[in-house]
Structures are given as structure tokens and as C-alpha cells.
């Protein structure tokens, strides 16, 4: 007669939430405003955005309440899963609106410890965000038939975007946006710290 077999997890790939309604519906019109001003624009990845590779608007005043907020989301993620940072975590912002027909394409956050986004304007049809199953062990099952999917078999997680979530992770973790549907603009705040 079999034993039942208990199954343990481990090397787990965690994805940080929570709803900050409040701190939402304050950043919302600083964000629309900054993505109004074509100065600001960088339009990196083919839809409008202000992504740069060094200083983010983590430096301009309106964005300082939301840069240290995410400072201590970063700090408090770390210390649940069993870390601390060996230095001074810094916190890089960008803004971006998609448009319908945008999306990003699977990819990660290379130099930073932890990246995420913050859903501040999600219509109806807004871009999903992906991540990847990273165990790159699961590409040689070819020989199995998957008959349910769980956390165990499945090969991403899929969360649909809804206003004031907000989600973090550790920036090797790969993700896409899918294609957006929205008629109106689904904008965020998406940050890495480092």
C-alpha cells in the first residue's frame, strides 16, 4: 500500500502585493501631469514613458513622498524573505501611459536588487503583467502531459492589473505586459531599487 507523499516547496519566487489606495490617489495627478510634459518623454520601448538609465524623477520633489515609500516597501520585502541589504537601497522612478495596441515585451531588470509596479489608472482591457516560471529545468519536460494546472506545473503567474496594486520582486525575475485593450490610458509608476 502507498505512503501519501507530503510535498515540501522550495527556492520559491516571490511576488510582493498590496493596495496602497491612498498613496494612489495622491501620485495620480503628479503622474498624469509628468506624462503630459513631452520634455520629460523618453518613449524607450515604443509607448510613452520617461525611462532613463541613470536619474528617474526619484530626484524632483513631487516624487520624493512615493520614492521613500517604495524605499520602505523595499526594505520591509527584503527582511521577509531573510535578507538585508549590504548598503543604503536607492529607488530609481518612471512613469509610463500605455496606449491600446502597447505592450512589453518578457524581459528583466538587470543591476537592480528589486524592481515593481504601481497600477494607478487600470480601464478596462489593461495590460496584464506575466512573470516566468525562471527554473530553466522546466524546459526538458517534454515528456510529460500537464493534466492540471497549479503552482506546481504552471510556467508563469498572471496578475491583472486593478488601481492602487502595487508589486515587487527581485529584478532577475522575468515578466511581460501583455498587449494593452484599454481605450483609455492604463498608466503606472514602475520603479528599481539598488
Not at 70 to 98: E, P, R
Not at 99 to 109: I, L, P, Q, S, W
Amino acid at each position: 500500500m502507498l505512503t501519501k507523499t507530503n510535498l515540501q516547496f522550495f527556492f520559491p519566487t516571490v511576488i510582493g502585493h498590496s493596495y496602497e489606495h491612498d498613496l494612489r490617489d495622491k501620485i495620480f495627478p503628479v503622474v498624469q501631469q509628468t506624462l503630459a510634459d513631452k520634455n520629460l518623454l523618453t518613449n524607450e520601448w515604443g509607448y510613452k514613458n520617461t525611462y532613463t538609465d541613470d536619474i528617474g524623477l526619484e530626484t524632483r520633489p513631487e516624487y520624493q513622498e512615493v520614492a521613500d515609500f517604495i524605499k520602505q516597501k523595499g526594505q520591509d520585502y527584503l527582511t521577509m524573505l531573510g535578507w538585508k541589504a549590504k548598503k543604503d537601497l536607492s529607488v530609481n522612478i518612471f512613469v509610463s501611459g500605455m496606449e491600446k495596441g502597447d505592450r512589453h515585451d518578457r524581459h528583466c531588470h538587470p543591476g537592480a536588487l528589486l524592481s515593481g509596479v504601481f497600477y494607478l489608472e487600470c480601464p478596462k482591457g489593461s495590460s496584464d503583467i506575466i512573470f516566468f516560471d525562471p527554473r530553466s529545468h522546466h524546459d526538458h519536460r517534454s515528456g510529460l502531459t500537464r493534466i492540471d494546472t497549479n503552482d506546481i506545473t504552471s510556467d508563469m503567474s498572471r496578475f491583472p492589473p486593478t488601481n492602487g496594486l502595487f508589486l515587487i520582486w527581485e529584478s532577475w525575475i522575468h515578466h511581460q505586459v501583455t498587449v494593452n485593450e484599454s481605450e483609455t490610458t492604463r498608466t503606472t509608476l514602475v520603479f528599481n531599487i539598488g
